[in-house]
């Protein structure tokens, strides 16, 4: 049986610009004003904790990057409470799967208080209840381990399951995982990246182009194969 594994930020929820603002006030708070979205784009996808430890070598800020990160989180939790969207044909894409049992997950690179504030804000939380987050594995994406243990929590083989990713770093893992992975690039001009080549399906302008109806049909001709 098929399984699906959503990765959360940027692929079920309009996330990326609450992180964006949560990193720009932390850095801003260690001497580090001036903090765009087109240097925060290049963290897409990749682990808060990740991010915090490049920015803060980068910037050579004298905070322990635990502090860094507690510090983003409140702030990012703060913002998520109450301006978190989920994508609404994601949505539908989320209820349809529920209604017919098949078995779910997200994955992602937040943390669990994180996860589950956004799930929570949006609803979500009522039809995607396992869940993991990269502070629960050894490694954060691009490596598989965060996909591979939420095909451990739902009983699923990695081949039997196919994640949804908006990033790059999430295709690969996908990719390395040894799972399908149906992608909708954050960015219309990332969709050429190398990580996207071995998606089974590929949204090439991201959420501006994904439909429920595609993706659905898409997954039945794979569960069907």
Avoid at 12 to 33: A, I, K, M, Q, W
Avoid at 57 to 73: C, F, G, K, S
Avoid at 95 to 115: F, Y
């Amino acid at each position: 049986m098929i399984s699906v594994i959503f990765d959360l930020d940027g692929t079920l929820v309009d996330s990326e610009p609450n992180y964006y603002e949560s990193g720009r006030r932390t850095l801003e708070r260690h001497g580090v004003p001036g903090f765009t979205w087109e240097q925060h784009a290049a963290f897409i996808g990749i682990g808060t904790r990740e991010t915090l430890e490049i920015l803060r070598e980068r910037h050579t800020i004298e905070a322990p990057v635990d502090q860094l990160l507690a510090e983003q989180n409140a702030a990012y939790l703060e913002l998520a409470r109450g301006r978190t969207r989920a994508f609404p044909e994601m949505r539908t894409f989320v209820e349809r799967l529920h209604a017919e049992g098949i078995p779910m997950a997200v994955a992602s690179g937040s943390s669990r208080e994180a996860i589950e504030a956004v799930l929570a804000g949006t609803g979500l939380d009522a039809l995607l209840s396992t869940t993991v987050s990269a502070e629960e594995v050894e490694r954060g994406k691009p490596a598989p381990d965060v996909f591979l243990e939420a095909a451990r929590r739902l009983g699923a083989h990695p081949a039997d399951c196919v994640v949804v990713e908006d990033a790059a770093p999430g295709a690969l893992a996908a990719h390395a995982a040894g799972m399908e992975c149906v992608a909708l690039p954050h960015a219309a001009s990332a969709a050429d990246d190398p990580a996207f080549a071995t998606a089974g399906l590929l949204f090439r302008t991201g959420h501006q182009e994904f439909t429920a109806e595609i993706a659905y049909d898409w997954l039945s001709e794979h569960r069907a194969a």
